[in-house]
């Protein structure tokens, strides 16, 4: 599961990143939601120690979130950091529903 980890934490700082980005360059201080989202992400990182299922769980529902906000923008405007949002999102959302299917499974092996 480290694999997960690390890869919710390059998401996090893609999300801060871009925040940040967003922020300055296009002078849309609403980017700045990017280094919240990003916070979040590492805060269920952090709650993964304690309780790995809930810490994951919010880690998805936070880029299914992402994902439904950034896509239909990426679709209408075509700008690439929503884009490379959308794509990251979709990677982490398919990453952790794997890793959820497969420790189901083990799960079913082992009892």
Known sequence: MRGLNLLIVIYAVLCIVLGIYGAISAKEYFS??????????F??????RSNPRAGRIGSLVIAILVL?????KFIKLGKWPAGVLSIASIILIIAL?????????AKKRSV
């Open 43 to 48: 805060a269920c990182l952090g709650w993964t």
């Open 97 to 105: 529903l794997a890793g959820h299917f497969m420790a189901m499974s």
């Open 68 to 72: 439904g906000q950034f896509m239909p």
């Open 32 to 41: 700045l939601a990017g280094v919240l989202i990003g916070v979040l992400q």
